[in-house]
């Protein structure tokens, strides 16, 4: 004679099963075929629409700046341009600008940190002399000039 119970502090079950039971061929149905409800779909759907609900947008579609990023994402998303996205850049302008209104939601960027601290981070110890700092484009040429003349 078999039975089950329920442990009320979990997901998990115990069964409790004799010899013979154990030894019955098992009548379990397993489904090897994928079906689409299986998987949930991702951030692009099969239609090619954006998902929205996607978790992997992590709020941002819903948040206080949610109009200007779906404005924004849906822009690069269909964009032909080349490169792509470079036709979005006042969409992605407007979303910057609202996200600075609410610092709370949408702290700023970590600045980079320095190459002693990325070295302990990391567990480098090679130099890190090719990494240019972007936002600044006299980095970028003075970096370019010194490579070239070595």
């Known amino acids: 004679m078999s039975y089950c119970k329920d442990y009320h502090y979990g997901k998990d079950q115990v069964i409790f099963a004799t010899k013979d039971q154990l030894n019955e061929p098992s009548n379990a149905i397993i489904n090897m075929e994928e ?12 239609n090619g629409d954006i998902n929205w609900e996607c978790p992997c947008l992590g709020g941002m579609a819903s948040g206080p700046c ?9 822009c690069f998303h269909y964009s032909k341009a080349e490169p792509k ?4 850049y006042e969409s992605f302008l407007t979303m910057q600008e609202c996200m600075s209104h609410f610092p709370e939601v949408y702290p700023p960027a970590k600045e980079r940190p320095e190459s002693d601290d990325l070295k302990q981070l990391t ?3 090679n130099d890190l002399g090719g990494l240019v700092e972007l936002e600044d ?14």
């Open 35 to 46: 079906d689409e409800e299986d998987h949930p779909p991702g951030l692009i759907l099969p």
């Open 66 to 74: 949610g109009i200007e990023f779906r404005n924004a994402f849906s």
């Open 85 to 88: 996205g470079s036709d979005c």
């Open 123 to 125: 567990g480098d110890n």
């Open 137 to 150: 484009d006299s980095n970028l040429k003075r970096d370019s000039q010194s490579s070239s003349t070595e």
